[in-house]
């Protein structure tokens, strides 16, 4: 469990910040009509398991080749909306993560609210979090064997609540 807490706040760091290193690939948007919002594009995943809308092509920020790591930078202060895609990990569970997320999280962020949901009747959690001074929502879906996770990070004063609702709403799990 230590190493989803690890994974997903090196993901949001990652995706929060601006590579020092080599520069992010930009993945082109894919061929699927968008029609929730006409000026956002719609992103397919490669293996076509995940789609969702984003204002603007994703950056790779992963370097695991089993797992989806996306971001979207939202302004230049490290908000932004990412996607990741991973393995569940043994024993996750939406049930197991409710009752104690400062477990699968870390003590180092504070916890706002956890509320479990369902999402195409699979079991979900939706969480707001505060990382620092940034804030944090996470909408999970456990479609196991695969965890999928979309993330809206929001620096200090910004507000993207209607960014983040379209991403969320768009989420699109298509095996």
Do not use: H
């Amino acid at each position: 469990m230590k190493a989803y807490a690890t994974l997903l706040l090196a993901a949001l760091l990652l995706s929060g910040c601006q590579s020092q290193g080599d520069p992010p690939v930009t993945l082109p948007p894919s061929a699927a009509p968008v029609t929730a919002n006409l000026d956002w594009n719609n992103y397919m995943a490669p293996d076509g398991s995940v789609s969702v809308l984003l204002p603007k092509a994703p950056e790779s920020v992963g370097k695991n080749p089993t797992d989806l790591v996306l971001a979207c930078p939202l302004d230049k202060r490290g908000s932004n909306l990412s996607l990741i895609q991973m393995s569940l990990p043994p024993g996750l569970t939406a049930e197991s993560l409710e009752k104690d997320p400062a477990r699968f999280f870390g003590k180092q962020v504070k916890l706002v609210k956890v509320q479990r949901s369902t999402y195409q009747k699979l079991p979900a959690l939706e969480v707001e979090m505060a990382v620092g001074p940034n804030r944090c929502w996470v909408k999970m879906v456990f479609a196991a064997p695969r965890l999928c996770q979309l993330v809206c990070l929001s620096a200090p004063g910004q507000d993207f609540t209607a960014p983040r609702q379209s991403f969320f709403s768009s989420l699109q799990l298509t095996r």
